[in-house]
Structure formats: structure tokens, C-alpha cells
């Protein structure tokens, strides 16, 4: 079984300082709201049930926290920040929401990386940048980051060279890949890219992080 593939329900809260101090790195998914993360997620881990938990009322404007590890030993952490720039939220919530994931992106101690999930056909849109601008300051100290690309079956082949150019010259330093839910495409290079930022001290070939099952 695949690293992600071990991916179980941890926690949720509405804000930061009720999550839980843990020591394990933690990388965390963010994106406008119908950009593809949940159908990601669920991709990677190969679990309907994690974007499910995200879902159950009260918990869809929360942060959800998957635990993940072999044998029940946790060695990392994956968290589902809510979607963004979904037009029929109030003003209110949604400053409060921006408030809740800035705090989160530039104070949670033991998070390491950071996937943007992001629909090529709109590309970067305004609130993108804004969270990169809010990130850029971890990313420049380290802080690792990646934009996915989602529903890339959705490009013909030269649509889908081009908004990767683009997209990594956006991505200040981060890495962007391709990635597509029903065609399969990306997963193994995600899950890969993944396992190394948890796993910086493993030997190459130390683990075969396989999410697709052979
Ligand atoms: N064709 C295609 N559709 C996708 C893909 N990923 C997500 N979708 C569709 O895009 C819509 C939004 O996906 P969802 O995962 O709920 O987005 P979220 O709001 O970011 O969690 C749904 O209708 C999905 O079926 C993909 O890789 N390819
Ligand atoms: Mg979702």
C-alpha cells in the first residue's frame, strides 16, 4: 500500500490555535473552491472518505487534519484548507476565512509544504496570488511549494504545454505539475514529490510511494 494510501481522519477545527501542536511535518492543500482538491485528495489516498470528512456540516469551513504512516505511526499530516472565492459566501465569512488560512499558512509551526490546487482553464486566478504573496516569505526560507494543475484532461496537448509554462514561471520557485483525476495523470509524480518533502533524509529508493495500485 502506498504512503498516502495510509491517510486517516485526524482532527478538524475552526481555527488555528485549536488544532493540536504536533512534531511531524505537515503539508497542506489550499484552492479556489471547484478547482479539483477534494477529487485530488481523494485521487492520492486513494479514500473517498477524507473529502467526505471535509464535507460533514460544521466542517466545511474548518481546517481537517489526515493523519499519515505505516503500522499507526504517524509520520506526517495532510490538511484540507476550505476553497476559496466561492461567490455565494458573505463578505463577512469570507474575510474571516482569509483571516483563518493566512494565520494558518504563516504560523503553523510544523508545516513544511504547501499544494495549490488550480484549474488550468482559469489559471492563477486574483486570491491565488494573494496566498502566494502571503507564502512567499516561508517560501524563501524553505518552505516548500507546488501548484497542481488539475483536470488536465480537460487541455488538448499544446493548451496544456503552455499553461505549464506559464505556470512555473508564476510559481516562484515552487514546482507545478499536471495532474488529472480520471485519466491518472500526475498521481505518482504528486505522491513521489510528496513522500521526498516528509522524507528529506530517506535514501533515494528508500520507499516505493505507489498510490496506483499495479
Ligand atoms: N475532468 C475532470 N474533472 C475534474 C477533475 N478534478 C475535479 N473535477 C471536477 O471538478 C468539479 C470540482 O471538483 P472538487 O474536487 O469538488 O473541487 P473542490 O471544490 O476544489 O474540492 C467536480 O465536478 C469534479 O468532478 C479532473 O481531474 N478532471
Ligand atoms: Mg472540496
Redo the contacts with the bound molecule.
Keep these: 500500500m502506498g504512503w498516502l494510501h495510509t491517510a486517516k481522519f485526524l482532527t478538524t477545527a475552526p481555527q488555528l490555535h485549536f488544532l493540536p501542536a504536533l512534531d511531524v511535518p505537515e503539508i497542506a492543500f489550499v ?10 485528495i ?1 485521487t492520492l489516498t486513494q479514500q473517498k472518505q477524507l ?1 467526505f470528512a471535509s464535507k460533514k456540516p460544521g466542517r466545511t469551513q474548518h481546517i481537517n487534519l489526515f493523519s499519515l504512516g505505516k503500522q499507526g505511526v504517524m509520520d506526517a499530516v495532510l490538511t484540507d484548507l476550505p ?1 476559496y472565492g466561492y461567490a455565494a459566501v458573505p463578505k463577512q465569512d469570507k474575510i474571516r476565512w482569509q483571516q483563518v488560512m493566512a494565520n494558518y499558512l504563516v504560523t503553523r509551526k510544523n508545516l513544511m509544504g504547501i499544494v495549490l ?1 488550480c484549474d488550468p482553464r482559469h489559471g492563477m486566478t486574483e486570491l491565488d496570488e494573494i496566498l502566494l504573496d502571503v507564502i512567499r516569505p516561508r517560501v524563501q526560507e524553505g518552505l516548500k511549494f507546488l501548484i497542481v494543475l ?5 487541455l488538448t496537448r499544446s493548451e496544456a504545454t503552455k499553461v505549464l509554462s506559464i505556470t512555473k514561471l508564476q510559481a516562484g520557485g515552487g514546482e507545478v505539475m499536471l ?5 491518472k495523470k500526475g498521481v505518482e509524480e504528486v505522491a513521489q514529490l510528496l513522500w521526498k518533502w516528509a522524507h528529506p533524509q530517506a535514501p533515494a529508493g528508500a520507499e516505493p510511494p505507489a498510490t496506483v495500485d499495479a
Design positions: 484552492g479556489r473552491s471547484n478547482a479539483g482538491k477534494s477529487t485530488c481523494n473529502a476553497g490546487m488539475t483536470k488536465s484532461d480537460k495532474f488529472s483525476a480520471p485519466k
